[in-house]
């Protein structure tokens, strides 16, 4: 089921090149076009922590279900819904499909 949504994201990603000139060209780039090596290196420092760190949070927050990064938001919420409507079950009521 997982790898359905995974697919589905895929296709509607965005290309590099578009990801590239609509968002990071004018946080990365200098005012001449040129790279800005500085900055790109804060912004990756950033996204390196941004990848220690969500990983740990889609664990926990769908009972170790769910690990990696570039899950659709959607996905994961369903899966963080699923784990605490399982969790605060009481144990006469039937689990929803």
């Known amino acids: 089921m997982i790898q359905k949504f995974v697919d589905k994201f895929m296709e509607q990603k965005e290309t590099a090149d578009e990801v590239w000139s609509e968002f990071w060209?004018?946080?990365?780039?200098?005012?001449?076009?040129?790279?800005?090596?500085?900055?790109?290196?804060?912004?990756?420092?950033?996204?390196?922590?941004?990848?220690?760190?969500?990983?740990?949070?889609?664990?926990?927050i769908t009972g170790n279900l769910l690990s990696k990064i570039m899950y659709e938001a959607r996905i994961v919420i369903d899966a963080a819904d699923k784990h605490y409507e399982d969790f605060y079950r009481t144990e006469d009521e039937e689990p929803k499909p």
């Open 25 to 60: 060209a004018p946080i990365c780039t200098k005012a001449d076009g040129s790279l800005n090596l500085e900055q790109v290196k804060k912004e990756l420092s950033d996204f390196h922590y941004v990848m220690q760190q969500v990983p740990k949070v889609y664990s926990h």
